[in-house]
């Protein structure tokens, strides 16, 4: 384990099966402790539920100043229906790129923050230090980081870096989420006489209208753009002839600074009308301006690696750190890893390897310039 290279351990990460639902990220996330631990890290272990694991490792410490958290997650999200060419948890290779479920999203990130951590560890004493925190079940909700923040164990982070796929380039934040399911109810009748009943479907029908005129009122955020609504699911009626008495709809709001989630919902909540609303996730947006001067360091450090100064831009998906801000509350966030994110839930998810080296050093190096 000691002379492990990067891609090797990313091999070794993709060979435990996390696909999420269910999980199942407890031997992935020991494995991951255990080095930590031999490191001379000091772990923790949180599970929300049966195999649900996070890790949360620290070395260092101050007070004068609170430590670096470098986060990723270990569950990776299904194989999806099409065939995969290569196995997708073997680790294959071909050329510079190495094959698997979870490859770029995001297992090599979590490996080249490992391997950041295993050269950094014999520098981190009598420094602020760094807080590792690898979650359970990111995809499909950001669960594993939810549960966490609402324990104690996050203690404190001055800074975060998210190691999602971005290529290596330095993304300066995401937009919030906002998602509900909402039904309709109605009075069924036998589809010869609809005046007898009351018919859910056009109800839902009326609201997605209205829905999709929705104004948020907001002001376009200079680097976000807009806030977005988009009604993925309509289902209603169990029959032709028949009145449908149910009809649900399922509404994707992505939000950027400044969009007040709690008016949102209560303008859609009128709106709709007598609906029933389930919101079943509320993430604020995660944003930190481009001339933070910690950012404007983050930008230095990629710029060898890219060749070129980066511009401010943010990602089009959601993170951990929604959830970690919680705790965290207003530290400059950094997503930053070595995946493509264009390869996130595809079949035959690849990573390049390159990439993972280069994030190493670049994590490495953010570490250096924190415990200056
Ligand atoms: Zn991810």
Redesign the pocket.
């Known amino acids: 384990m000691k002379n492990q290279d990067p891609v090797s351990l990313t091999q070794s990460l993709l060979r435990f099966d996390t696909v999420n639902p269910p999980g199942r990220e407890r031997d992935c996330a020991h494995h991951a402790g255990a080095m930590l631990q031999e490191w001379g890290y000091k772990v923790e272990y949180h599970e929300y539920a049966d195999r649900r694991t996070s890790v949360i490792a620290r070395a260092g410490g101050s007070d004068a100043k609170a430590p670096l958290c470098l986060t990723?997650?270990l569950d990776v999200v299904s194989l999806g229906t099409r065939k995969w060419s290569h196995d997708p948890f073997a680790g294959e290779t071909a050329g510079d790129r190495l094959y698997g479920r979870g490859s770029s999203?995001?297992k090599a990130?979590v490996a080249a923050i490992l391997i950041a951590a295993r050269t950094m560890a014999k520098k981190l004493s009598g420094t602020p230090g760094v807080v590792l925190v690898l979650t359970a079940a990111?995809?499909g909700g950001c669960i594993g980081s939810k549960k966490l923040a609402e324990t104690q164990l996050l203690g404190r982070a001055g800074a975060i870096v998210v190691g999602?796929?971005t290529s290596n380039y330095p993304f300066v934040g995401h937009k919030g989420s906002l998602k509900f399911n909402a039904s309709f109810r109605g009075v069924s009748a036998h589809g010869s006489m609809p005046h007898l009943g009351e018919n859910a479907v056009y109800k839902a029908a009326r609201a997605v209208a209205k829905l999709e005129a929705f104004d948020f009122k907001a002001k376009k955020h200079p680097i976000m753009g807009e806030p977005t609504l988009n009604v993925g699911t309509f289902e209603g009626g169990s029959g032709v002839n028949l009145v449908p008495d149910l009809a649900k709809i399922g509404v994707d709001i992505r939000t950027v600074p400044g969009v007040d989630h709690k008016k949102v919902l209560q303008r859609i909540k009128q709106l709709l009308g007598k609906a029933e609303m389930d919101v079943f996730s509320d993430l604020p947006p995660v944003s930190t301006a481009p001339d933070d001067e910690w950012m404007q360091r983050v930008f230095e450090i990629c710029k060898p690696v890219l060749g070129k100064k980066p511009r401010a831009r943010t990602a089009t998906?959601m993170?951990d750190a929604a959830n970690l801000l919680k705790v965290y509350a207003g530290v400059p966030t950094v997503v930053l890893g070595p995946?493509e994110a264009q390869m996130?839930h595809q079949t035959d998810e690849y990573c390049n390897m390159e990439r993972i080296r280069e994030s190493v050093a670049i994590y490495e190096a953010l570490i250096d310039d924190w415990i200056r």
């Open positions: 990723g997650h999203d995001m990130g990111e995809e999602e796929p998906y993170t995946g996130a």
